[in-house]
């Protein structure tokens, strides 16, 4: 009875939704959003890299950022259990390695969970089993891919967020989605050092953006 329900759960989804792989875009053979053979490839490339104190899985470029956009921008919420497969042994290592004691997703502004449902840090954290803490975006900012400017980035997310957490002493990890031009980091990194000393601060990605690498 189980498997009858979970097979007519999803031929529904089939049905009702684009049933493409969201890195090559043929047909899915597996459940999830990227098929067996993307899966299996991606797998292969997703080791921990850094540049400095900034920790990354892929380059953000070309299929990598249609997985992150489809996860958050195209009711692929259940794209989290496949980025958290990838991603799960590195950023354990990480955490392990650092001796990380408190986790702090990147916030969203209240306008874009409303846009979205959810926000994607925090749901794959929760899909990894890793405990987070919340600081607050007070600001609602312009989407960063819209600004090429580094200058207009820094003044879009300045003052943006709230920290009210004692993280005096501590190893603290900020994670997000995508590291572009590292203006959101900064701002947070700001802010969380105003009022907490010797506090040091690392930064996990999914993906970063290739020039902010070779700068």
Known sequence: MLKLREVIRESLRFLLF??????????????GYICSKCLEKLKKEAFLKNKENFYYIFIYEKAIRQIISDYKLRNRKDLARDIAFLIKKPIFQLIEREKIDIIIPVPISEERKLERGFNQMENLLEC???KYKKIERIKNTKHMY?????EKREKNVEKAFKNSLNLENKNVL???DI????ATINSISEELRKDNENINIKVFSIAIARHFIME
Do not use: F, P, Q
Request: include cysteine; glycine fraction near 6%; proline fraction near 0%.
């Open 146 to 150: 819209a600004l090429k400017d580094n």
């Open 179 to 182: 590291v572009t031009s590292g």
């Open 18 to 31: 684009d049933n493409t792989c969201s890195y090559c875009h043929k047909k899915l053979d597996r459940e």
């Open 128 to 130: 990894l089993g890793i």
């Open 174 to 176: 900020i994670v997000d």
